[in-house]
């Protein structure tokens, strides 16, 4: 009903027999865990006025082929579509300030996402196993790239790390087998940290800043091209 403004944690969590879902205009918070494993959901729409996903809101929503999020929303929670496995496109509003760990982990059918310019950091394995998606597109606004953010990207084919990024945690990208190309533009990054492009088994060419004086274990192991 339109007098909802908060759908509190778990309050839909396991329904699955629910198949489609629209978030009046009222609603200003979608809480933990609220639909998760709700396994038939193909579509969601929500209105505007909503600020907050919280963490694993739609965590396990196998089903879940489209999503629209209003232009309101602020804070999108850790792991809010982990699992999404049928999820193919999601648009992520400029209005978007946060996106937590391992929110689109497990989104096997996610071909492209665009970053706000509003997001200044990727946090860890926010996009692990995305592996249809193709391409991803980091603003500048970026500065810090998490652990395992891109693991087992494998249709990923290339990637610019742009001047304001300065940290790529461990296992960044490792397991994307299909970047063929990686360009490091960043003269902050010191630190080329364990495992990052690790069976990268298709990178044939790196470009690596002047300004890195470390590069840890396991860094390029198995890229066979290189």
């Known amino acids: 009903p339109s007098s909802v403004q908060l759908i509190g944690d778990s309050s839909f969590y396991g329904c699955s027999s629910l198949t489609s879902l629209i978030i009046p205009v009222s609603v200003k918070s979608i809480n933990s865990f609220a639909f998760y494993g709700c396994s038939l959901i193909k579509e969601v729409i929500i209105h505007s006025n909503l600020t907050t996903i919280e963490d694993s809101a739609f965590s396990e929503c196998s089903s879940l082929s489209q999503i629209l999020i209003s232009s309101t929303i602020s804070y999108i929670g850790s792991f ?15 209005s978007v300030t946060f996106i937590g760990n391992s929110t689109f982990c497990g989104c096997s059918l996610l071909t492209r996402i665009t970053i706000p310019k509003t997001i200044d950091v990727i946090k860890d394995s926010t996009f692990s196993n995305c592996s249809s998606l193709k391409q991803i597109i980091i603003p500048s606004s970026v500065h810090s790239i998490g652990m395992f953010a891109f693991y087992g990207c494998k249709s990923l084919t290339d990637i610019t790390i742009h001047e304001s990024i300065t940290f790529i945690g461990d296992y960044a990208f490792c397991g994307c087998s299909s970047l063929e190309q990686i360009d490091i533009f960043s ?17 044939s060419t790196i470009v690596i800043p002047f300004t890195c004086d470390i590069i840890e274990k396991n860094t390029f192991s198995n890229c066979s091209q290189l």
Do not use: E, Q, R
Not at 187 to 203: A, H, M, Q, R
């Open 80 to 94: 809010a579509f982990k699992g999404c496995s049928s999820l193919i496109d999601i648009n992520i509003p400029p």
């Open 187 to 203: 003269s902050g990054i010191s630190v080329i940290k364990d495992s990052c492009f690790k069976y990268c088994k298709k990178l």
